[in-house]
Each structure stands twice: as structure tokens, then as C-alpha cells.
């Protein structure tokens, strides 16, 4: 009876393994490769979301007091901020670089960024065969109230200069996704990441006189950059 017992177990134990594991294991592997560049583009796009967010507080003077719910008071506008933006690969410094941006038009501009990919990465074939927590981490990007409450550029109240809105939990879900975006860095290989520095008079002064000689020297930048902006309104 031991014999029969064992013998049946043994042969079980070997079905599950090349019926069941070893499938599974190469559906992980497969799934794995093939979200691995998306998930460098996620942390890419969160980082740079996070940057633009923390700095436009920093210039309100919103964090100075160390309480993240001073962020609810932050104004998203149509407005362009002047920096430098400092890169990291994988937590080692690339360089910084003047840098501009519009707060309410690229916060939306990523938002719309995140959400994309987090939509291709969970319907890649074999996704549910994935590692447990990439699969918590993107549900929940995908129903983070900060990308939620972020405004969009056709937003109502923001056509009026006079309306002072206010994103009450701004600040308690922005230190939300700064969590999931940790958690997210060590399922990625190549970490691109961002931080936003200020950026002086004559720092401006000069980079828009190398900019003024670069599109002078190039003439095509400045139809490509027109194009562009009529293919935006």
C-alpha cells in the first residue's frame, strides 16, 4: 500500500510540474519581457509628473513647513515654469538641463501618459501570470485619486483667472503615488528619474540666446516647433 501510495504521488507531483509549472513559469517569463520597456517608461513618466508637482509647490512655497496636506492649496494653471531639471539613472546623477514646462498642460500631458501604458501593460497577453505585486502596483496607478483630481486643460473653472480652486487630498495622494512609484523601482531595470532645481536670471538669459542661435543655425526646428504647436490647439 505504501508502494501504490507513493508511487501515485510521485507520478501527481511530476504531471503538475510539466502540466502545470512549467508552463507557467515560461507564461511569467514571457509576460515579463514583454512589460519590462513599459515599465521603464511608467517610472520615466511618474518621475517626471512627481518632479513637476513637488517643484510647482516648492515655488508656492507649499512644503516648507514639512505638512504634505499643504499641497491641496497648489494652483494648476495654464502657466510655464522655468528650472533646470537634474536626471538620475538608476539613483546616479546624468546631468541637468534648463527646462520648462506648463503645469496644467503636462501634468494632464502625463496623467494621459500613465494611464495609457498602465492600460497596455495589464492587457498584455499572459499579464496575470506576472509577478503579484507589478500587478497590485499597476491597479493601483490605475486608480490613483491624484491622477484622478489632476484637472485637464478644458476644465471649466480653470477659463476663469479669478477662480482659486483648491484639490482638497492633493497633497496626501501625491505621498500615494510617491509609494507606488518606490515600490514600482525595483521591478525596473533602467530607473530614468527627475528633479526639478531653480534656475537663475542669467541661467535664462542664457539658454534662451543658445536657443535663439540653434533655431537661427536651423531654421527647420522652428517650422517642426510651429507645426507642433498648431497641431496642440
Given at each position: 500500500m505504501v508502494d501504490i501510495f507513493s508511487s501515485a504521488y510521485v507520478t501527481s507531483l511530476l504531471f503538475y510540474y510539466m502540466v502545470n509549472?512549467?508552463?507557467?513559469?515560461?507564461?511569467?517569463?514571457?509576460?515579463?519581457?514583454?512589460?519590462?520597456?513599459?515599465?521603464?517608461?511608467?517610472?520615466?513618466?511618474?518621475?517626471?509628473?512627481l518632479a513637476m508637482i513637488?517643484?510647482?509647490?516648492?515655488?508656492e512655497n507649499l512644503l516648507q513647513t514639512g505638512k504634505?496636506?499643504?499641497?491641496?492649496?497648489?494652483?494648476?494653471?495654464?502657466?510655464?515654469?522655468?528650472?533646470?531639471?537634474?536626471?538620475?539613472?538608476?539613483?546616479?546623477?546624468?546631468?541637468?538641463?534648463?527646462?520648462?514646462?506648463?503645469?496644467l498642460k503636462d501634468c494632464d500631458k502625463f496623467r494621459t501618459l500613465i494611464l495609457n501604458i498602465c492600460s497596455e501593460i495589464s492587457c498584455t497577453p499572459s499579464f496575470s501570470y506576472c509577478d503579484e505585486q507589478i500587478i497590485h502596483i499597476i491597479s493601483k496607478i490605475q486608480l490613483s485619486e491624484l491622477l484622478r483630481m489632476l484637472p485637464k486643460t478644458d476644465d471649466f473653472l480653470l477659463k476663469f483667472d479669478f477662480a482659486d480652486i483648491s484639490y482638497l487630498g492633493l497633497g496626501k495622494e501625491y505621498k500615494q503615488l510617491v509609494s507606488i512609484y518606490k515600490e514600482l523601482a525595483r521591478f525596473v531595470d533602467t530607473r530614468h528619474a527627475y528633479e526639478m532645481l531653480d534656475i537663475s536670471k542669467e541661467e535664462i538669459e542664457k539658454w534662451q540666446k543658445e536657443q535663439a542661435e540653434s533655431l537661427k543655425e536651423h531654421p527647420e526646428i522652428a517650422q517642426i516647433l510651429v507645426a507642433m504647436q498648431m497641431q496642440n490647439k
Amino acid at each position: 500500500m505504501v508502494d501504490i501510495f507513493s508511487s501515485a504521488y510521485v507520478t501527481s507531483l511530476l504531471f503538475y510540474y510539466m502540466v502545470n509549472y512549467l508552463p507557467a513559469v515560461k507564461q511569467e517569463k514571457k509576460a515579463q519581457e514583454t512589460i519590462a520597456p513599459k515599465l521603464v517608461n511608467l517610472y520615466l513618466y511618474i518621475s517626471e509628473l512627481l518632479a513637476m508637482i513637488e517643484y510647482s509647490a516648492k515655488k508656492e512655497n507649499l512644503l516648507q513647513t514639512g505638512k504634505i496636506d499643504d499641497m491641496d492649496k497648489l494652483h494648476i494653471r495654464d502657466e510655464i515654469v522655468l528650472c533646470k531639471q537634474r536626471s538620475f539613472i538608476n539613483e546616479k546623477e546624468n546631468g541637468t538641463v534648463a527646462y520648462s514646462y506648463n503645469v496644467l498642460k503636462d501634468c494632464d500631458k502625463f496623467r494621459t501618459l500613465i494611464l495609457n501604458i498602465c492600460s497596455e501593460i495589464s492587457c498584455t497577453p499572459s499579464f496575470s501570470y506576472c509577478d503579484e505585486q507589478i500587478i497590485h502596483i499597476i491597479s493601483k496607478i490605475q486608480l490613483s485619486e491624484l491622477l484622478r483630481m489632476l484637472p485637464k486643460t478644458d476644465d471649466f473653472l480653470l477659463k476663469f483667472d479669478f477662480a482659486d480652486i483648491s484639490y482638497l487630498g492633493l497633497g496626501k495622494e501625491y505621498k500615494q503615488l510617491v509609494s507606488i512609484y518606490k515600490e514600482l523601482a525595483r521591478f525596473v531595470d533602467t530607473r530614468h528619474a527627475y528633479e526639478m532645481l531653480d534656475i537663475s536670471k542669467e541661467e535664462i538669459e542664457k539658454w534662451q540666446k543658445e536657443q535663439a542661435e540653434s533655431l537661427k543655425e536651423h531654421p527647420e526646428i522652428a517650422q517642426i516647433l510651429v507645426a507642433m504647436q498648431m497641431q496642440n490647439k
